[in-house]
């Protein structure tokens, strides 16, 4: 498993990359996330499988791809109607419909079951985008 994260400054990205990173590496890098300086935090498998964590300050976005060709994004059902959300995820703000939006127990449950299994978190629900 690889992870990347990473670190804005201005128009300007640094990634950090860690072969083979442990739990708390990942519980520590995504508790960093601030939408703003650090945006996401991937796992990679390989090459055509990986976990996609963007966002930050208690609001996180998460996806998917499953052998390059299959792309998820979690949801979360039932939850309330509201506005879009505003987040930076990989230095570009967008707005994300607020069933994608999730928190960081959320965000952490999923990298953790991911870094384990290299699968998604069979506890949530994943839409196939």
Known sequence: MILIADEWSGLDCRQLTMKDPTWSDVARLV???DASKRTMVILKRDEDNNLIIGGGRGQYV?????????FF??????KPSSPDVCLNIGG???EYPP???VDEVAA???ATEYLKS???????E???D
């Open 31 to 33: 508790g960093n996330l």
């Open 62 to 70: 998460i996806s998917a791809s499953v052998d390059g060709d299959r």
């Open 73 to 78: 994004s979690l949801v979360l059902s039932g």
């Open 92 to 94: 570009q703000e967008a």
């Open 99 to 101: 069933d994608q939006v």
């Open 108 to 110: 952490i449950a999923c």
């Open 118 to 124: 290299g699968k998604m978190d069979a506890n949530f």
């Open 126 to 128: 994943w839409r196939e």
